[in-house]
């Protein structure tokens, strides 16, 4: 883990953000980690201990989050062929063989920070255009959708 303090800052949006790389959920570059809309450059680095616990934890969810991916997955591929839609995805019979299909790009953290509320935002090859989030509360999967479930954390 680096040390995400140091990335602090200010993106193209006006977006408070930083950085980490991680090795896990298949992240092949640095993921950005996403402080909630009017947190300040000070509340942010502030929030080392949530965060720190939050990046710790990560490693042990990630059997629950690929079961989730998979179970995301099985709907899109169902609700596709209900539709009749002739869509090309990945093929992959269990969470273990999906997980090359996806990779984490950014952790979302609300306003106000609390200990395992958060999203995770996926690139994924079964949902190009809208990926893949995953949101926590109390440690546990509330809800899995497309990417904007990472950001919605209210």
Known sequence: MSNWKDTVRTDEFDDLVAEVS??????????????????????????????NELLQKLPSLEGTIANAAFKYYQLLVKALSEYGESYSLPVADDAAALRQFYQLMAIHLPFELEAGH???????????????????RNWQIEEVGDGSEAFSLD
């Open 118 to 136: 958060f999203g995770l935002e996926f690139r994924c090859e079964f949902e190009e255009e809208h990926g893949m989030g995953i949101r926590f």
């Open 22 to 51: 991680l090795n896990l959920l298949q992240a092949t570059e640095p993921v950005r980690l996403c402080f909630g809309v009017d947190t300040t450059l000070e509340e942010a680095k502030a929030a080392e201990v949530v965060v």
